[in-house]
């Protein structure tokens, strides 16, 4: 499906008529000339100076000006039409996978209460109109939605909480875990769902369902590796989803024969270490400002179900300042011969950073011992994050900020 035309054929049709058209005029311009001359000479007289010098070339310059400025707008129209198709090829890229993907994709009209059916299935094709009443749309939706939950589609999907809708994306400068509450109370108010893979008591199955998708991670890495088992497994943590999630997949996957895990964290946002370390059956937040590079782990407060997987897998926790991570970047970007370079990001190269400075510092051989790090060891880490912060990631890699 296009939904523009080409507009390459358009501005060369256009070119050609233009050029068509200035040649003519040129061509009739000059054949009337030469007629006045003809006329003349046969009267023995000659044409006015101010003719020859001046008329004649202000026509011809006059025909060159209208024929610049109708290509000019030619091109810009061209240009912008290029714009518009490329776009429009985007949106019917997303359109066909989305299309692959879900079992039909319509676009509302909400103020006339109708429908246009993009992409579906050939039986819903062959029983449903392509465009009509979004009401008569919904009813149909009965057949393909199971019966105990079509009243909340129905509720969820109706036009008068479609209108009720609005959009709102504005950067704060609160607190990854201010923005949650906000966000909660915005759901509440509105009756919106909010998807958070952070927990609290109320709210769970949200966030076990993300956990799930996180263990997909583990489950490929499983694939690649084989039985090339590692002994040792870092994590990075901000409310510890991710972290909490493979950890459980891996303690069920080896059961005892499972990995080490250790859970890192800044030093600035490290709410799960400092639960950890309290070990007082309670967690335990952290409300001073999280300034952190590592901006995709400064979360203040544990997701509460993560917690108690870790505290029953995770055998290690760490609490680091910036320069570390920064070093795993560095380390990552700028390999040893033969091995690939790895852009990794402030959070994703934390793991890293982590172990390459208790391997190269004498002075932390007291926390390698406790790890249980050797010649033997095979670690893991995983790389959440490229440089998503592109500046910063030059500054770190490029120009050494953030070092010891």
Same mark, same amino acid.
Request: hydrophobic share 40%.
């Given at each position: 499906?296009?939904?523009? !035309?080409?507009?390459?054929?358009?501005?060369?049709?256009? +070119?050609?008529?233009?050029?068509?058209?200035?040649?003519?005029?040129?061509?009739?311009?000059?054949?009337?000339?030469?007629? $006045?001359?003809?006329?003349?000479?046969?009267?023995?007289?000659?044409?006015?100076?101010?003719?020859?010098? *001046?008329?004649?070339?202000?026509?011809?310059?006059?025909?060159?000006?209208?024929? /610049?400025?109708? *290509?000019?707008?030619?091109?810009?129209?061209? $240009?912008?039409?290029?714009?518009? *198709?490329?776009?429009?090829?985007?949106?019917?890229?997303?359109?066909?996978?989305?299309?692959?993907?879900?079992?039909?994709?319509?676009?509302?009209?909400?103020?006339?209460?109708?429908?246009?059916?993009?992409?579906?299935?050939?039986?819903?094709?062959?029983?449903? !109109?392509?465009?009509?009443?979004?009401?008569?749309?919904?009813?149909?939706?009965?057949?393909?939605?199971?019966?105990? %939950?079509?009243?909340?589609?129905?509720? %969820?999907?109706?036009?008068?909480?479609?209108?009720?809708?609005?959009?709102?994306? +504005?950067? *704060?400068?609160?607190?990854?875990?201010?923005?949650?509450?906000?966000?909660?109370?915005?759901?509440?108010?509105?009756?919106?769902?909010?998807?958070?893979? %952070?927990?609290?008591?109320?709210?769970?199955?949200?966030?076990?369902?993300?956990?799930? #998708?996180?263990? %997909?991670?583990?489950?490929?890495?499983?694939?690649?590796?084989?039985?090339?088992?590692?002994?040792?497994?870092?994590?990075?943590?901000?409310?510890?989803?991710? /972290? #909490?999630?493979?950890? /459980?997949?891996?303690?069920?996957?080896?059961?005892?024969?499972?990995?080490?895990?250790?859970? &890192?964290? !800044?030093?600035?946002?490290?709410?799960?270490?400092?639960?950890?370390?309290?070990?007082?059956?309670?967690?335990?937040?952290?409300?001073?400002?999280?300034?952190?590079?590592?901006?995709?782990?400064?979360?203040?407060?544990?997701?509460?179900?993560?917690?108690?997987?870790?505290?029953?897998?995770?055998?290690?926790? &760490?609490?680091?300042?910036?320069?570390?991570?920064?070093? #795993?970047?560095? &380390?990552?970007?700028?390999?040893? !011969?033969?091995?690939?370079?790895?852009?990794?990001?402030? +959070?994703?190269?934390?793991?890293? #950073?982590?172990?390459?400075?208790?391997?190269?510092?004498?002075?932390?051989?007291?926390?390698?011992?406790?790890?249980?790090?050797?010649?033997?060891?095979?670690?893991?880490?995983?790389?959440?994050?490229?440089?998503?912060?592109?500046?910063?990631?030059? +500054?770190?890699?490029?120009?050494?900020?953030?070092?010891?």
């Amino acid at each position: 499906m296009r939904i523009v !035309p080409s507009s390459k054929k358009i501005y060369a049709l256009s +070119s050609a008529f233009l050029i068509l058209f200035l040649t003519l005029s040129i061509t009739c311009l000059n054949l009337f000339k030469n007629r $006045l001359v003809d006329e003349a000479r046969v009267k023995g007289q000659a044409l006015p100076d101010e003719f020859m010098v *001046t008329d004649y070339h202000a026509m011809i310059n006059g025909l060159l000006i209208i024929f /610049a400025s109708i *290509t000019a707008f030619g091109l810009y129209m061209y $240009l912008r039409g290029e714009r518009m *198709t490329k776009a429009a090829e985007s949106m019917n890229e997303v359109v066909r996978v989305m299309g692959n993907v879900y079992y039909a994709v319509y676009r509302i009209n909400y103020e006339q209460g109708t429908y246009i059916r993009l992409k579906g299935s050939e039986h819903l094709g062959a029983n449903t !109109p392509e465009e009509g009443d979004y009401e008569y749309l919904l009813q149909k939706m009965l057949k393909y939605v199971a019966r105990d %939950t079509y009243d909340e589609f129905a509720k %969820t999907f109706s036009l008068e909480n479609i209108r009720k809708l609005g959009s709102d994306a +504005s950067i *704060t400068d609160m607190s990854y875990d201010d923005c949650v509450r906000k966000a909660k109370a915005c759901a509440d108010e509105y009756g919106w769902v909010i998807t958070q893979d %952070t927990a609290w008591e109320g709210y769970e199955e949200i966030p076990k369902w993300i956990m799930q #998708g996180y263990t %997909t991670i583990a489950y490929e890495i499983i694939q690649q590796i084989g039985e090339d088992k590692p002994t040792h497994v870092f994590l990075q943590a901000g409310v510890g989803s991710m /972290a #909490g999630a493979i950890a /459980a997949f891996l303690a069920d996957y080896y059961k005892e024969d499972c990995p080490v895990i250790t859970i &890192v964290e !800044p030093n600035k946002a490290d709410c799960i270490y400092r639960t950890a370390e309290a070990n007082d059956g309670k967690l335990h937040f952290v409300t001073d400002k999280m300034d952190s590079i590592m901006a995709g782990l400064c979360c203040g407060e544990p997701c509460t179900i993560a917690w108690e997987i870790m505290e029953s897998y995770a055998k290690h926790f &760490v609490s680091m300042p910036d320069y570390v991570t920064a070093k #795993g970047m560095r &380390v990552l970007g700028n390999p040893l !011969p033969g091995d690939e370079a790895i852009i990794s990001g402030e +959070s994703g190269a934390s793991c890293f #950073g982590l172990v390459v400075e208790v391997l190269q510092d004498k002075d932390l051989a007291w926390l390698k011992e406790q790890l249980g790090l050797n010649a033997e060891s095979k670690i893991l880490c995983i790389s959440t994050e490229g440089d998503t912060d592109k500046a910063n990631y030059r +500054s770190i890699v490029w120009d050494g900020a953030y070092h010891k």
